[in-house]
């Protein structure tokens, strides 16, 4: 079984540019969690999605959105970029429930100028 | 709102010596999973934790969950250099927010 993928794996933007990040989970999974890595804050969860659907939602602005498509494929999209928008953005897969065992992707390398 | 607390943030270890890190939650978890993440690299699973005062071995690996499932350990007996990263715990909130651990970076010396 192919692992998650993600693209593009670097990314470099300038502030006040907007950027999306792709996602294709394991085969068979049907949810999709996104999170935000950076040496001073950790792992911080971003949103989930299942079934199309954002279940959940952690503590970002609105300028971090996100959607499902019905392949299961997630993507994200950060507006309006700011310097501490810098990190490893990471999506997991799991099978059902958030609960499940996450399988990560590689992530995605974004560097804000 | 919820949080899960992890201990120590860094931990420099000789080989051979023996490392421990722990996790402390403010609530009730329902379970919990313990991740690592070698450098450049991203977090992969090694296991979860469900029952009270359940205790699961993988090899040098040992993982504890409290009787109030409140906290959690993770020890490695004689550490390797192959052992090198951070080490992740991870629940759920009541909310259903997912929360990882601040996580604690390993470095084994040879």
């Known amino acids: 079984k192919a692992g998650v993928t993600q693209t593009p794996r670097y990314l470099i933007k300038t502030r006040g540019q907007q950027v999306t990040l792709s996602c294709s989970p394991i085969s068979g999974h049907r949810s999709v969690s996104w999170y935000q890595q950076t040496p001073g804050q950790g792992l911080q969860f971003l949103f989930e999605y299942f079934s199309e659907t954002q279940r959940n939602k952690g503590n970002f602005p609105g300028r971090f ?7 299961s494929r997630s993507e994200m999209n950060v507006s309006t970029l700011e310097l501490g928008d810098s990190a490893l953005y990471l999506c997991a897969s799991s099978s059902w429930v958030n609960t499940d065992t996450q399988y990560f992707g590689p992530g995605t390398r974004l560097t804000v100028l | 709102g919820q949080q899960v607390m992890q201990i120590p943030q860094y931990q420099h270890v000789q080989e051979g010596e023996d490392f421990t890190t722990y996790c402390n939650s403010s609530t009730t978890l329902s379970n919990i999973q313990w991740y690592k993440q070698r450098p450049g690299g991203h977090p992969v699973f090694l296991i979860q934790l469900v029952k009270s005062g359940e205790v699961k071995k993988q090899k040098r690996l040992t993982f504890q969950f409290g009787e109030a499932k409140k906290n959690s350990s993770l020890h490695i007996t004689a550490t390797q250099t192959t052992d090198v990263g951070t080490y992740f715990c991870f629940s759920s909130s009541n909310t ?7 996580g604690t970076t390993l470095q084994v010396k040879p």
């Open chain 1, 65 to 71: 959105s996100g959607r499902q498509f019905s392949n």
């Open chain 2, 96 to 102: 259903g927010k997912l929360i990882f651990g601040q």
